[in-house]
């Protein structure tokens, strides 16, 4: 089973609207990781957060962690078209391995 | 650096048929990973290795998927043999624990390779 749960499944919002993405997870973690995915391609790194960070940015991308709610969510704002694409979180574990969850698909429309 | 590469990057075959996917790490990197994506199931982690030795095989789902990394360079994943069932896009990815900033956390991924098995 899946560790990550995204929520929601889908987003669809306009150009320069700010888009939020949530995260949870049910074990301990030693970081989580966002990825994004654009159709057809691979998953590319995003962002990661340790499990003794609570914020995180880098550029447009804001990542908060709240591991007593076993939760994160990814902020993107002043959205792009470019930005369309499938975004997961993928939780560290230990022992080198990420389980990711079912993403969210995010709609930027011009 | 050219990034992780896989071939081929579409491959359709017969149920039976034996089916063999490549994967080129990231020169350097001392992680490889196989994973599968479908819309059912989602990413799922397959096999990884460590220095070409496997470490963790668990996700693997049946004897019929088998993986080799013969040298730091090269890993394979076969399915033998093939079945509709594994219709998915199968990915690879690497790592390296001598990343300075995010040491092993952070997998690199190739572009996938989208099999259906008819």
């Known amino acids: 089973s899946q560790q990550g749960e995204e929520d929601p499944q889908a987003l669809s919002i306009q150009e320069g609207e700010n888009a939020t993405m949530n995260c949870s997870y049910k074990t301990s973690i030693n970081n989580l990781q966002w990825y994004r995915q654009n159709s057809g391609r691979g998953l590319v790194h995003l962002i990661l957060i340790r499990s003794n960070e609570r914020e995180k940015h880098s550029g447009r991308l804001r990542v908060t962690l709240d591991t007593s709610k076993k939760s994160s969510s990814l902020l993107i704002t002043a959205s792009r078209a470019a930005d369309t694409a499938s975004y997961f979180c993928?939780?560290?574990?230990?022992?080198?391995?990420?389980?990711f969850g079912q993403g969210t698909r995010l709609t930027i429309n011009p | 650096d050219a990034g992780v590469i896989q071939s081929p990057r579409h491959e359709v075959t017969e149920m039976g048929q034996e089916v063999t996917l490549r994967c080129k790490p990231i020169?350097?990197?001392?992680?490889l990973f196989w994973y599968r994506q479908t819309m059912m199931r989602g990413l799922e982690l397959l096999i990884y290795?460590?220095?070409?030795?496997?470490?963790?095989d668990s996700g693997m789902p049946e004897d019929r998927f088998s993986a080799k990394m013969p040298n730091a360079s090269f890993s394979t994943l076969k399915i033998q043999p093939s079945e509709p069932r594994d219709s998915a896009v199968y990915f690879c990815?690497?790592?390296?624990?001598?990343?300075?900033?995010?040491?092993?956390?952070?997998?690199?991924f190739g572009p996938g390779t989208r099999l259906l098995v008819l």
């Open positions: 290795f460590n220095n070409n030795v496997p470490i963790d």
């Open positions: 993928a939780t560290d574990q230990g022992a080198q391995k990420l389980v």
């Open positions: 020169s350097g990197h001392d992680y």
């Open positions: 990815a690497s790592s390296s624990s001598r990343d300075r900033v995010s040491r092993r956390e952070t997998q690199y």
